[in-house]
């Protein structure tokens, strides 16, 4: 158990519509990173927050917005849905200074 | 930036044969290694790791060189298994700032 809890599981929704995917960070964890995985590709990198700001933007659409609240926890936003949105959808979160990243299990997200 | 490559994309091998993953990275300031097995359905678990002012670190069957000369890092696995089926990740970091390879599909055949 990595501690980096990710909710929900998985999502079903049809195109056009929005979503949000929500992480809880580990205990004690200030950054959290948000990660796109399609089908047998690789872990494309989204967005990172470090302790409720903004720190570094990766392939993130304009359609697609995050945010990390005071307790930590953060939120992926993804609206205006295309099928090609469909994917699992990683939260990461570490330490200060130069530390592992820590996955949760991520969402499924299929859009019909 | 930093650019990772990843190889090979995918590597079978037979159940107690050893397997060898290999990384590059460009960006020399990079000080910290870590690598990932992704099993299905699940997100990437850390397995081992390497700072820059080490060469190797091995756990049990695992082991990780680094040669910053040639800004180049291996995942060696040796007398496979078949649970050591999964997608490995290698990653290079500096500052908080990770980059990941593309990934290797590991299968050990029984």
């Known amino acids: 158990d990595s501690g980096v809890t990710q909710t929900p599981k998985h999502l079903i929704t049809a195109t056009g519509q929005r979503v949000t995917l929500r992480c809880s960070p580990r205990s004690g964890d200030l950054s959290v990173y948000w990660y796109q995985q399609s089908l047998d590709q690789g872990l494309q990198f989204l967005i990172q927050?470090?302790?409720?700001?903004?720190?570094a933007k990766g392939n993130i659409l304009e359609r697609f917005s995050a945010q990390q609240f005071p307790d930590l926890h953060s939120e992926l936003n993804l609206s205006s849905l295309e099928l090609g949105d469909s994917a699992l959808y990683f939260c990461a979160s570490s330490g200060a200074g130069n530390q592992p990243q820590h996955f949760g299990d991520g969402t499924r997200l299929s859009i019909l | 930036g930093e650019n990772v490559e990843q190889h090979p994309s995918t590597l079978s091998v037979q159940e107690g044969d050893s397997a060898v993953i290999k990384c590059t990275y460009s960006?020399?300031?990079?000080?910290?290694f870590p690598w990932y097995k992704q099993e299905l359905g699940k997100g990437p678990q850390l397995i081992i790791d390497i700072r820059s002012n080490v060469g190797e670190k091995k756990d049990q069957r695992i082991a990780v060189t680094l040669n910053k000369t040639a800004k180049h890092f291996s995942l060696h696995i040796t007398e496979t298994q078949p649970e050591d089926s999964a997608v490995y990740f290698c990653?290079?970091?500096?500052?908080?700032?990770?980059?990941f390879g593309a990934g290797t599909r590991l299968t050990v055949k029984p």
């Open positions: 990653a290079a970091s500096k500052d908080n700032d990770m980059r």
């Open positions: 960006d020399s300031a990079s000080n910290y």
């Open positions: 927050y470090y302790n409720g700001e903004e720190r």
